[in-house]
C-alpha cells in the first residue's frame, strides 16, 4: 500500500532538500505523482522514497545526471546493470589516481632535488607507422588509448619500441599536435588508418620515467633543468618512447617512459 505526502514529508523521507526535489522535478528526473493546478503544491508516493535513495546515493557518487537519468530510466534491466558497473569502474580509476596523486605529493613535499640518470643518444632516422592529431592536454590520455589502439591493430606484430612526439603548442597552449608513432621498415607499404612518417635523426637527452603518470611533470622539470644547465635545446618536438607501457603490464608501478628531450649535441664531460 503506498500513500501521497507533501513535498516536505517526502524530503524527511529522502534526506533530499526540497530545493533538490524541486530541481529534479524540473528536469524530469524525479516528478511528483501530482501538482496542484491552484497552488502549485506537489505531492509525491512513498512508492518513490527507493528511487529517491537510488538517485541520493549515486550523486554521492558524483555521477552525473544524465547517466542517473538513464539508470532511473532503465528500471531493473541489464541496462541499468551496465550504466552502475561502468561508472563504478570510473570512481575505481579515479580512486587510483587520487591515490597516486597523495603519493606524488609527499614526494614532492620531501627536501631534495630529485636524482635523476641523464644518458645522451643518437637516435637515427626512421620510418613509422603514425597517428596524428591536435589533441587537448586534457584530452591526451583517451586519444592515447585510441591512437595506440589503431596502431597496435596495424602494426602489432612489427618488433619495436612505440612512441609519440609533442608539439611545443601542447604544453604551452594545452593543445598541440602529437603523433603517436611504432617503428616500421624503410620500405613498409601504406596501412589503413594510419599514416606512414619520417622521423629524423637526432641527438637527445633522455631520462627514464619510472611508474605511474601522476608525477609525470617532475621527470620533465628535472630533465628539462639538466638541459637548460648542461646542453644547447635543439629545434623539434619532445619525444617519448615507451618501453613498458599500459599495453605490457597491468599494474602502473611497472611502466616505464623514456622522455627524450632534443640537444644540439652531446655535451663535453666536465672533470
Known sequence: MTATVTVGEFSRLTHLSVKTLHHYHEIGLLAPVSVDASS???RYSTGQVETAQLIR??????MPLTDVQ???????GAAREERLRAHLERMEQELAHTRE???SLRELLTPGRPVLDVEYRFIPPFRAYGVRG???RDEIGPWCEFAFGRLGEVAGHIPGTSGATYSDEFFADDKGEVVAFHP????????????LVDLPGGYFAIAV??????DFDRTYGALGSHVAEYCEV?????RELYPISPGDVSDPVDYRTEVCWPIQRIPALKG
Open 234 to 238: 635543439a629545434p623539434g618536438p619532445i
Open 101 to 103: 596523486v597523495v603519493v
Open 40 to 42: 502549485g503544491y506537489r
Open 209 to 214: 620515467h619510472a611508474g605511474p603518470m601522476a
Open 57 to 62: 546515493r549515486l550523486r554521492e557518487l558524483r
Open 70 to 76: 538513464a539508470v532511473v530510466d532503465a528500471g531493473d
Open 184 to 195: 616500421v621498415a624503410p620500405d613498409q607499404a601504406p596501412a589503413d588508418g594510419v599514416e
Open 134 to 136: 591536435q589533441v587537448l
